[in-house]
């Protein structure tokens, strides 16, 4: 017997909400406002979609209209922000990464790796050399970044060629840009248990990061002090990173009631220094 035709879901690329997202997705950290024609142009959708679904999303405070221009709105940002909230890593974190950060006096993140880009969770302080380029939600390429290195040392063969498919143009004269050299640079990362960004992404801005690992030894973040590459001194700032690190795991995955097949202390997620 044939299926009802209202069984048959359309495909995801022309449904609505899969429209909604494309619009929404075109507005980025570069490009915040947008025309009716520039969404049209960088979604590939027919005007008058386009037009009639910006008007929804404008009624539901997803997108704000200001002239011809639009913007995302502010329904959006209490959305994340909401997420962000309910987020457990960030929350666990949280008073670890505040204590880092006034033990320090340096900018402190918190990141996640998706895809071949890092995204911040959580941003505490600044910089003291000026302006960070880096923002609550936004992202950055991993492979030269302090934290995107941390993750991609310890990520999977895939996820991590993922990333090198992505390419590695330079961002400034010490981006590393050569495959094999980066690849070099994990295998130290995971024999000291921390990685730096020395000016790789920007000029006058240096990054020292430890990666936060699950019971089964896989990444799930990543924490970075960043700040200008005077103030960024190893034996002063890699001692409380990792012990912000290692308190993060803790108070993460209880170790306490670690299970019989995960691995040892040694071998759970704690950074460890190697020497060199």
Not at 107 to 115: K, N, Q, R, S
Not at 138 to 166: E, H, M, N, S
Not at 167 to 195: C, F, M, N, Q, S
Not at 233 to 249: G, N
Request: hydrophobic fraction near 45%; glycine fraction near 10%.
């Amino acid at each position: 017997m044939p299926a009802p035709a209202a069984a048959t879901a359309p495909p995801l690329e022309s449904s609505m909400l899969a429209r909604a997202a494309r619009i929404l997705y075109a507005f980025t950290a570069t490009t915040p406002e947008l025309s009716m024609s520039d969404v049209v142009r960088r979604t590939g959708l027919p005007r008058s979609s386009v037009h009639r679904i910006m008007d929804q999303l404008v009624q539901l405070r997803a997108l704000e209209r200001t002239g011809s221009r639009y913007r995302l709105g502010l329904g959006l940002l209490e959305l994340g922000a909401l997420a962000v909230h309910q987020n457990r890593l960030r929350e666990t974190a949280l008073p670890h990464l505040r204590a880092l950060h006034a033990a320090t006096g340096v900018l402190v993140h918190l990141a996640v790796l998706d895809g071949h880009e890092i995204v911040y969770l959580e941003k505490i302080g600044g910089s003291a050399g000026g302006r960070a380029p880096s923002r609550l939600g936004g992202r950055q390429p991993a492979y030269c970044t302090g934290a995107g290195k941390a993750i991609l040392a310890f990520a999977d063969a895939d996820r991590l060629a993922g990333a090198l498919a992505a390419g590695l143009p330079a961002r400034t004269p010490y981006t590393i840009t050569d495959e094999r050299v980066l690849r070099r640079e994990l295998a130290r990362i995971r024999e000291h248990g921390v990685a730096f960004d020395r000016e790789e992404g920007y000029r006058g801005i240096a990054c020292i990061a430890a990666p936060l690992r699950d019971a089964g030894g896989a990444p799930v973040a990543a924490i970075s002090i960043s700040g200008p590459p005077a103030k960024m001194d190893p034996q002063r700032l890699v001692p409380p990173l990792l012990t912000t690190s290692r308190a993060v795991w803790r108070a993460l995955f209880a170790p306490g009631r670690r299970r019989a097949d995960a691995p040892p202390a040694a071998d759970s997620g704690f950074p460890v220094i190697g020497k060199g």
